[in-house]
């Protein structure tokens, strides 16, 4: 077998010589940007984690406007509540309560979103209520009395009924 190799050998330890090194296959310049469908998958995952979050966010916006509703009717009760010490009867004008600088002009005057008034004063009872407009899906109405118990809800077809987060 010593023979036969060195007939073909070159290396003088008389086994046959190794192949040749691999040709050096030249590497591929990197890529540079995305390919229309990574942006494809990428967009439609976005669009797909949108459509999940969008009703949770509507929610979370609505019941934070009714929390807004709840302590605005509680403002008008304390109002009623400090106009009763002075008066001993309460009032169905806010706009007295306002001129007397017992209540947030901003209540009186904001209708974006809830509209509030008085339907109900005498002596020594109240309802303060807080009617939900500027909406074509959501109506309701929130009141309080002269306990300061916060009652109401408002609701939408197809939504989860929104009351009052903090009692």
């Not at 509507?58 to 009763?84: G, P």
């Not at 109405?141 to 929104?162: L, M």
């Amino acid at each position: 077998m010593n023979t036969f190799c060195r007939q073909f050998d070159h290396s003088p330890n008389g086994c046959p010589a190794p192949a040749s090194p691999p040709m050096h296959v030249p590497a591929q310049p990197p890529r540079r940007g995305i390919s229309l469908v990574e942006l494809l998958v990428a967009v439609t995952l976005i669009g797909i984690m949108t459509s999940m979050a969008v009703p949770s966010f509507r929610k979370a916006v609505d019941q934070s406007r009714a929390d807004i509703a709840t302590a605005n009717l509680r403002a008008i009760w304390s109002a009623e509540r400090c106009y009763w010490l002075e008066y001993r009867s309460y009032t169905s004008d806010l706009s007295l309560l306002r001129s007397l600088g017992l209540l947030d002009p901003t209540i009186v005057t904001s209708s974006n979103l809830y509209v509030y008034e008085i339907p109900a004063a005498e002596a020594g009872t109240f309802t303060a209520t807080a009617t939900r407009t500027g909406s074509t899906r959501w109506t309701g109405t929130f009141s309080i009395d002269e306990t300061g118990v916060v009652s109401g809800s408002i609701s939408a077809s197809g939504e989860q009924t929104i009351v009052p987060g903090f009692q």
